[in-house]
């Protein structure tokens, strides 16, 4: 069973830009969310995705944004980068009613 | 606000020893307490976990334990080995129509052989 897929794996911005990632979740799972890790921050959520309603969002201005297609895959698009977004994208899938988390390998985003 | 402390920041063992890393919560409706281990380059890796309803769990020669009262849970390695060096994260989730999950800040785990 293929695990979550998360493309791209780099992407070097310029700030102003925007950006969108991509997240396939496991097969199955209907859940998805979206994280982001920063060396100070460590992992802080920015919003969870079911059947392809937002249904719990994170303390992150409204630049962070997110979308579930029909087939469960996830984008997550950041307008009007700033150098503070740099940071490791890391996206989660759950299988509908579990708790387990399984996370993808990340896209790793500098802005310069 | 809602947090999740986990002590200590870094921890160095030798191989073979044991490792324990703490972790205190402060949303008492908090009922899974998942573990993750994140090698370099990789994502969180879902490496044991634990519900409310439980104080113990084994996998192997990892264990979690977790204490409800004292909003305190704890993940020990024994016989560990180089392989298990890594960052390694609790984490506190309940459920609020989906899951609300919040993160220990990570624990950098050194194994010297």
């Known amino acids: 069973k293929a695990g979550v897929t998360q493309t791209p794996r780099y992407l070097i911005k310029t700030r102003g830009q925007q950006v969108t990632l991509s997240c396939s979740p496991i097969s199955g799972h209907r859940s998805v969310s979206w994280y982001q890790q920063t060396p100070g921050q460590g992992l802080q959520f920015l919003f969870e995705?079911?059947?392809?309603?937002?249904?719990n969002k994170g303390n992150f201005p409204g630049r962070f944004s997110g979308r579930q297609f029909s087939n469960s895959r996830s984008e997550m698009n950041v307008s009007t980068l700033e150098l503070g977004d740099s940071a490791l994208y890391l996206c989660?899938?759950?299988?509908?009613?579990?708790?387990?988390?399984?996370f993808g390998q990340g896209t790793r985003l500098t802005v310069v | 606000g809602e947090n999740v402390e986990q002590h200590p920041s870094t921890l160095s063992v030798q191989e073979g020893d044991s490792a324990v890393i703490k972790c205190t919560y402060s949303d008492s409706a908090s009922n899974y307490f998942p573990w993750y281990k994140q090698e370099l380059g990789k994502g969180p890796q879902l490496i044991i976990d634990i519900r409310s309803n439980v104080g113990e769990k084994k996998d192997q020669r990892i264990a979690v334990t977790l204490n409800k009262t004292a909003k305190h849970f704890s993940l020990h390695i024994t016989e560990t080995q180089p392989e298990d060096s890594a960052v390694y994260f609790c984490a506190a989730s309940k459920e609020t129509g989906g899951f609300k999950t919040i993160f220990g800040a990570g624990t950098r785990l050194f194994v010297k052989a």
């Open positions: 995705y079911f059947s392809e309603t937002q249904r």
């Open positions: 989660a899938s759950r299988r509908a009613g579990g708790p387990e988390a399984f």
